[in-house]
Structure formats: C-alpha cells, structure tokens
C-alpha cells in the first residue's frame, strides 16, 4: 500500500469512527433527556416547573434530531468534496477558466467551496432559527433582517476575507519553506486587530449598542468594577431581542477599547444583583487569564498544524490521498482545513474539559465578588428561561459541553454561599 492509498484509508477510518460516536452519544443524550422529562431535579423542583422542564427536554431533543441530520449532510458533503472528486473538479474548471494556479485561482477555489457549504447549510440554518427556535419561543427574527445580516456577513467576507486570502496565498508562495511562520504571525496579527476593532467597527453593523442607563443596575456594575479593578471604555446594552429571547452578558476588545455589553434581553429578565453576579464570573474569566490562556492555546495549535500543512503541501500523496490529482497552496490548504476536524476530533472532550475547569474557576471569582446565591439564581433563572436541559446525559455531557451540568455547578455554588 503506497502513502496515498494509506492516507485514504485513515481519512476513512477516522472519519466513520468519529460519525459513528457522534451518532452514539447523540442517542444517549436524546435518551436520556426524555428519560427524566417528567421529573424535575430535586435541586430545581422549587424553582423551575414542570411544564418549562418539559420544554427544556422537547427542546434539546428536538435540537438533537437537527444535528444528525446535520452531521449526515457535513459527511456527505466532505466525502462528495474529496474522495468524490469535486474538488478535483472545481480546480480543473476553474484552471481552464483562468488557465493558470494564480493567486486568483486560489481565491475563486476557495469561493467556491464557501459558497457551496453556505448553501448546503442554509436549508438547515433557516430550519434552526424559523422553525425550531420560533415553535420554543426563542426566535425573534425576520426574513428581511435575516437576510440583511446574510448581505453583509457577505460584504464582510469580500471586504475583509478575500484581501487576507490574498495575502496568505501570497506569503505561501513568496516566503519560501518558512512561509507557514510568516503566515502564522500574519494570522496573529490580524486575529488581535480583529479583537481591537470588533466592538466599534463590526459588532455595531450587526445590533445597536446604547448606553446603560442610570439607575441600580449601572452603580452597582461600577461598583463591581471598581473592587475588582476593571477598566473598560463603557458599559452597553445590545438590541439581542431584535433576533432571539435568549440572553447574555460579555465583555469585549482589548485595551482602551474594551467594553462590557448586557443583552437587553437579560437586564429584562434578571434582577439588578442577578445581572450584577452574571457580570462577575464574567469577569472572573478575565480576571483568570482565560481569555489570554485561550488565545495562547490557540496560537500555539495553529502553529503546529501550519508547520504540519508545511510539510505535506509538496506531498502528491496528500493531495492524491484526499481524491485531488493536482496540489497548489491553496487546494493544500482547502483539504487541510476540510479534513482536520476529522483528525482532531478525539481532542473535543479534552477542550471541553478545560472550559468547564474555567468556567468553574470563574463562579469562584463570582461567588467572591457578588455573592452565590444571586449567582445560583440568576444561573436557574437562564437556564428556565433559555430552556437548557437540566438533565444532560453525562458522558454526553463530559464529551461536548463547554459548561458544567447545571446541577453540579450550582450545587458548587452553594457550597461557597453556605
């Protein structure tokens, strides 16, 4: 067996093993959520009713039942892009369009694999908001503001994407074999300018940021920001009910241009003292490093596998092995990105563990800061109104979430208040 051939069949392998245990722990999840939907946790019996835990159970099922079908269509379409041979077939015409693997040919390829995944995924993101999120109640969005966000989510990527495509191809080519460090530090550059720019350039295209008005609420966030040492260039509320009835609180930009944003959808829900604990595990993250130890996690991965695409690019086999006949750096680049997740899969389970770790971490600085009880209620509150499960089966659960169980992490919380 030659190295193309090997490379297909672990490409296959991996990719069967990891649907296979998707499915599985998806059974397991949906069993277990329908198992306990007509009983509340003990914990939650006095503070959220049956009929909202029903809800929860219905809910995530049906979200469940959304993501198989999902993950049918995703492996479709990436054995349809490789082994399938439409990649193969997208470089052959585009080439005889442009009649060379230019930089432009680059960028066509890759509008045309986004293009193509974007429409594939539109019936099902469309089934997500319209149907599933409108029959719970969460959906407050309309076609014309959809499609608003869909023109410049698109505008975004021409402006923005295609010149830093260009540039990453262009450093492929011109940088010789360190081009993968110069590409990583391109990377990083633009991923901290993102961060700089985001609150006041790009978030304000999407919803609109007003002010926190005076009142309880605003003098106790400042004092919480005050005790715990927090700069920040405004304190904001975002029209989120324009789209969705959940809510959420997040802190945002680098620098002097950092700002805190409350959805209005949470102030209109929760207590002053509620809100005021949700922006302290907030800030607990910040204060933790958790954003800083992320960004560094990440660089450092993203260097490694760009160092790794590095040494396959001029590989035939890599290229043969995925069902391409002809490589360049951007089909080199194309495949890597395609197939990785299959590869990395394994992995989920230890970066979901590291975020429940943080997340716990935060509720401690919460707790100190704004008191557990307000955080316990505030937690139930959110997790009633946005209808989580309050019973994840738990290998599901230990496999996939980026939060602890509701039950263990409030039962945390109220050891610290007691």
Request: with cysteine; glycine share 6%.
């Amino acid at each position: 067996m030659n190295a193309a051939s090997l490379l297909t069949v672990v490409f296959l392998a991996a990719l069967a093993t990891g649907v296979v245990l998707r499915l599985w722990l998806g059974y397991r999840h949906y069993r277990h959520v329908g198992a306990h939907r007509e009983q509340v946790p003990f914990d939650f019996a006095a503070s959220v009713p049956l009929a909202d835990h029903r809800k929860a159970a219905d809910y995530t099922r049906a979200k469940i039942r959304l993501s198989i079908v999902a993950l049918v269509i995703d492996t479709a379409l990436l054995l349809a892009l490789t082994l399938g041979g439409l990649l193969d077939w997208l470089d052959r015409a585009w080439l005889g369009i442009l009649a060379e693997r230019s930089h432009a040919h680059g960028l066509a390829l890759f509008a045309s694999v986004a293009v193509i995944g974007f429409l594939v995924d539109l019936p099902l993101s469309l089934y997500q908001v319209f149907v599933i999120e409108t029959r719970f109640g969460f959906n407050k969005m309309t076609w014309r503001l959809a499609m608003a966000d869909f023109a410049k989510r698109a505008a975004l990527a021409i402006v923005i994407g295609a010149p830093l495509l260009l540039a990453v191809l262009w450093l492929m080519s011109a940088m010789g074999d360190r081009w993968w460090l110069y590409v990583w530090l391109f990377w990083l550059a633009f991923n901290l300018l993102v961060m700089l720019i985001y609150p006041t350039l790009i978030a304000p295209l999407f919803n609109k940021f007003s002010p926190l008005e005076q009142g309880d609420l605003k003098t106790r966030i400042e004092a919480l920001l005050e005790r715990c040492g927090f700069a920040s260039s405004g304190l904001f509320v975002m029209d989120g009910s324009k789209r969705s009835a959940h809510g959420n609180a997040y802190f945002t930009g680098l620098g002097a241009a950092r700002r805190i944003v409350f959805f209005d959808t949470l102030i209109q829900k929760l207590t002053p003292p509620q809100v005021e604990a949700v922006l302290a595990h907030e800030l607990g993250h910040f204060k933790r490093r958790h954003i800083w130890k992320r960004v560094g996690l990440l660089a450092a991965a993203t260097l490694g596998l760009l160092w790794l695409l590095g040494r396959v690019i001029d590989a035939p086999w890599f290229y043969q092995g995925l069902g391409v006949d002809t490589g360049s750096t951007a089909m080199a680049m194309i495949l890597f990105v395609q197939v990785l997740p299959v590869f990395l899969f394994p992995l989920t389970p230890v970066a979901s563990g590291l975020s429940r770790r943080h997340e716990f971490e935060a509720d401690a600085y919460a707790a100190r800061h704004a008191g557990a009880g307000d955080l316990v209620t505030a937690l139930v509150a959110l997790y009633r109104d946005n209808a989580a499960t309050l019973t994840p089966d738990p290998l599901h659960s230990l496999f996939y979430d980026s939060h602890p169980p509701a039950s263990l992490r409030v039962a945390r919380l109220r050891d610290c208040a007691s």
